[in-house]
């Protein structure tokens, strides 16, 4: 087996330069067959291993600073091997929720619930009010081949391939008294069919916008046209960060895409696809489109500099401007992380012999690894990095101590993170204020190291 050729020195160069704080805080969706979700697709199986499209080459700017002998070590993605009990096989995060797909289809959710992203019924008929944290999983439908947590809401791919959503995109913005804008959304716990989407295989979906690709490998899109999300020809948007009329649009093909595309990423203001060949493409927010644009929103989708990606993510959630506006992707072992200030796509540095196979990006971003381990960098203050120190790590990833087993997929959320292990379990920690690690019950402590999630009832 050939091993990449790195240079390390230049990573971490690359790190310092991507951003004038010398900070980057780069954050993960599905298939009951194996992952073939809208973050890592095909890296998961319950019975045998499924030949995903691992990154095999070098990206482009990999290949010119490693050099021409740059190959990613050989790996099969790894395998769920279930025990007794409940049975995970995929995972998913919100913005402070997290949900699941069983290996019986069953989907479970917890944590922050404030949209009825979580699928729990309302409390007390209240509105937003009326939405309490769930701290335990709980179960919100069956029959689920895929899974997609969002800002605001949830989908899922039933097997049938038709799609089901619950919790709400934003529906309003309201002006507040220091002259910027807050969000509203219309809860909505019950899962409910998106009409006129054909049948679906990938689906993403936050804030005011869900994207999936068809079994023709059309992207279809729907919601708000804000930041041009929709890649429609003809249709009027605008920015997130002025106001403007927020119409929500039915689904339609995104027509100014012109590739078939293999997966898709609605983040921050900014959509992400891959296509057959492995390339990314991106319009939106210019924040986090990894190319160069402009300063107003892209709606002409226009490659990134990578290519033979085998995993991307894009923050769900910012300021609208640089607090936690980050995207990552892994091509050839190397996770490569952009954002804020419109900067290309800089290698963030894993120790040596440690090569990336899915990444997941928020305001702090963890990657798991050929060997089975998982690397968190970013924030710390509550212990969503796992090392056991709470002590912020903004440069240099750390390994995630503790864990049970092996990782198979990690999903960062604002300020927790949780994996799931190569047996079937999941394992949470970092902030537990909104339920969100799955122990059963809140509290407002740092939880330094992964605990197990409570069980599935």
Not at 415 to 424: D, F, I, K
Not at 435 to 444: C, I, N, T, V, Y
């Amino acid at each position: 087996m050939k091993t990449p050729l790195r240079k390390r020195t230049l990573g971490l160069l690359a790190l310092l330069l991507a951003t004038p704080f010398g900070v980057v805080c780069c954050g993960d969706d599905s298939s009951k067959e194996g992952f073939n979700d809208s973050e890592d697709s095909g890296t998961v199986d319950t019975g045998t291993t499924s030949t995903s499209d691992a990154a095999n080459d070098a990206a482009e700017e990999a290949a010119t600073d490693a050099g021409p002998d740059a190959e990613l070590q050989d790996a099969a993605p790894p395998t769920i091997t279930c025990g007794t009990g409940t049975c995970v096989v995929d995972i998913s995060r919100g913005s402070d929720d997290t949900c699941v797909l069983t290996k019986t289809g069953d989907v479970y959710c917890w944590g922050d619930n404030p949209c009825g992203e979580v699928g729990a019924p309302l409390d007390d008929g209240g509105g937003q009010a009326g939405f309490k944290p769930v701290p335990a999983p709980r179960k919100v439908l069956s029959g689920v081949r895929s899974i997609s947590a969002g800002a605001a809401s949830t989908c899922a791919i039933l097997d049938s391939g038709e799609l089901r959503c619950w919790g709400s995109p934003v529906s309003a913005f309201s002006e507040t008294t220091s002259g910027g804008f807050s969000r509203a959304c219309t809860p909505n716990d019950v899962p409910s069919a998106v009409e006129g989407v054909p049948h679906l295989v990938a689906v993403s979906s936050t804030l005011s916008n869900g994207c999936g690709v068809a079994d023709d490998g059309e992207l279809w899109c729907w919601g708000s046209n804000g930041n041009y999300l929709l890649g429609r020809d003809g249709y009027p948007g605008c920015s997130y960060y002025t106001k403007c009329s927020m119409a929500s649009y039915p689904p339609a093909k995104a027509d100014l895409l012109s590739v078939k595309v293999k997966d898709v990423i609605v983040g921050y203001g900014t959509v992400v696809v891959t296509d057959e060949s492995g390339q990314l493409l991106s319009w939106g927010g210019s924040g986090l489109i990894g190319r160069p644009s402009s300063m107003s929103a892209d709606p002409t989708p226009l490659p990134i500099a990578l290519s033979n990606v085998s995993s991307v993510s894009v923050s769900l959630f910012g300021d609208g401007q640089y607090y936690g506006n980050n995207a990552c992707a892994v091509a050839a072992g190397e996770v490569y992380c952009w954002g804020g200030y419109r900067a290309p796509p800089r290698v963030v540095p894993l120790p040596a012999e440690e090569y990336a196979t899915q990444v997941s990006a928020s305001f702090h971003s963890c990657a798991r690894t050929t060997s089975g381990s998982a690397f968190c960098w970013g924030g710390n203050q509550a212990g969503q990095l796992g090392d056991g120190t709470g002590v912020d790590h903004p440069l240099l990833p750390t390994k995630v101590e503790g864990l049970k087993d092996k990782v198979a997929k990690v999903v960062a959320s604002k300020a927790s993170t949780c994996a799931l292990l190569v047996n079937g379990e999941v394992q949470c920690w970092g902030a537990n204020d909104k339920g969100q690690l799955g122990l059963g019950s809140a509290d407002f402590l740092p939880h330094l190291q992964p605990g197990p999630v409570v069980a599935f009832q």
